[in-house]
T-cell receptor, first 116, second 111 residues
Framework: NAGVTQTPKFQVLKTGQSMTLQCAQD?????MYWYRQDPGMGLRLIYY???????DKGEVPNGYNVSRLNKREFSLRLESAAPSQTSVYFC???????????????FGPGTRLTVL | SQQGEEDPQALSIQEGENATMNCSYK?????LQWYRQNSGRGLVHLIL?????REKHSGRLRVTLDTSKKSSSLLITASRAADTASYFC???????????FGSGTRLQVQP
């Protein structure tokens, strides 16, 4: 039982390049989330998927797109990377029963992205 | 925007002492959660307290919630060097299906 896994662990991009961050969970959770964490700050929500087939914007969605590929996998794509997107990206998942409030989230180890 | 704001931003104590961190928030919530983040790692869930609860314990952790003051505190008793980490509060806001995280308290426990 690996929990939440993320690939890659580290990535360096040049401005304008694109890339996809991968996330998978094996806990049969309904909901998945993408956050970014900048130095000395808390997490800011980029996008989330409350259930398979749905996605919603969070606080900072500009410059990103997501795909909920199936119940297990939720990917984050940067179409044209900018230096302002240099950050640590965390994926998380939770059970989140239908109509229920946000519950415990389980986090992956993060992807450290640098955009030059 | 940051819903939960932790206080203090940084805290340094000696092993064996108690550590108290506070969190304030602005809106109506369903629950409030505390997470720990070790340096360079992902967040780990510590404890969840529902809006109709006032206090909750888990091992050396004690969490209180005062919805009238929109505040919560996390107490770690008999701290250990291994407790060194950043601690974040997160609120499950009413009507919103995602958590809102605060900016965190960095705790340093000196051996």
């Amino acid at each position: 039982n690996a929990g939440v896994t993320q690939t890659p662990k580290f990535q360096v991009l040049k401005t304008g390049q694109s890339m996809t961050l991968q996330c998978a969970q094996d806990m049969n959770h309904n909901s998945m989330y993408w956050y970014r964490q900048d130095p000395g700050m808390g997490l800011r929500l980029i996008y989330y998927s409350a259930s398979e087939g749905t996605t919603d914007k969070g606080e900072v969605p500009n410059g990103y797109n997501v795909s909920r590929l199936n119940k297990r996998e939720f990917s984050l794509r940067l179409e044209s990377a900018a230096p302002s997107q240099t950050s640590v990206y965390f994926c998380a998942s939770s059970v989140l029963s239908a109509g229920g409030p946000s519950d415990t989230q389980y986090f992956g180890p993060g992807t450290r992205l640098t955009v030059l | 925007s940051q819903q939960g704001e932790e206080d203090p931003q940084a805290l340094s104590i000696q092993e064996g002492e108690n550590a108290t961190m506070n969190c304030s928030y602005k809106t109506s919530i369903n629950n409030l959660q505390w997470y720990r983040q070790n340096s360079g790692r992902g967040l780990v869930h510590l404890i969840l307290i529902r809006s109709n609860e006032r206090e909750k314990h888990s091992g050396r952790l004690r969490v209180t919630l005062d919805t009238s003051k929109k505040s919560s505190s996390l107490l770690i008793t008999a701290s250990r060097a291994a407790d060194t980490a950043s601690y974040f509060c997160a609120t499950a806001d009413t009507g919103r299906r995602a958590l809102t995280f605060g900016s965190g308290t960095r705790l340093q426990v000196q051996p």
